[in-house]
């Protein structure tokens, strides 16, 4: 019951502003954007999960944009509302999309409780991928290329398969509790 999308089938940069924008543009009901982190210490190891710390200001936030090029929440064109509502809007789109992540982000961590990894835990920030006002979105940190024992689990094709099942089985039940 969940139809997953990648936004590069190659191992090539994809921009992080093409990233959302695929994710608007298919529609998405959840953004998870999956990293392999590094550390000048070979000793840090661990994966982490990251939300939107807080809503960028509007002139900041990811939007998505129609055929007219304008800004887009919901089914609102914000162009065609007075500045003052246009806040409102775009305040209450991006503080629910937070609290959605939220709650994605605490079903994921509970699945990876049984993941032979360190838990770094659930950290707050405001990178590009975490600011689409409309989509849910959060980015795991799956590892420290830096780290002999990450690295090696990163590349064992086992330890990835049961990273991504925790987090299909997470994905799964936030569709059943938040998207009914």
């Not at 543009?25 to 990293?35: D, G, P, V």
């Not at 999309?97 to 079903?107: A, D, F, G, H, V």
């Not at 509970?110 to 659930?122: A, D, M, Q």
Request: with cysteine; charged share 25%.
């Amino acid at each position: 019951g969940i139809k997953a999308h990648l936004t590069r089938s190659k191992d090539v940069f994809v921009s992080l502003h093409e990233r959302y924008k695929i994710a608007n543009q298919l529609k998405a009901e959840i953004f998870i954007s999956l990293h392999s982190d590094a550390a000048n210490s070979s000793s840090v190891s661990g994966y982490s999960i990251f939300s939107l710390n807080k809503c960028p200001d509007m002139d900041k936030a990811n939007f998505h944009k129609n055929q007219k090029n304008q800004n887009v929440l919901g089914n609102v064109i914000l162009e065609n509302e007075s500045l003052e509502a246009q806040k409102i809007i775009y305040k209450k789109f991006c503080n629910l999309k937070r609290n959605y992540s939220i709650r994605l982000k605490n079903l994921i961590l509970e699945e990876f409780k049984s993941i032979p990894s360190n838990s770094r835990g659930w950290k707050e920030e405001n990178f590009a991928v975490l600011k689409s006002p409309e989509i849910p979105s959060i980015l795991i940190e799956m590892g420290f290329l830096s780290n002999k024992n990450d690295e090696k689990n990163l590349n064992n094709p086992k330890y990835i398969s049961n990273l991504m099942e925790r987090i299909s089985i997470a994905v799964s039940k936030y569709k059943k509790i938040y998207l009914k």
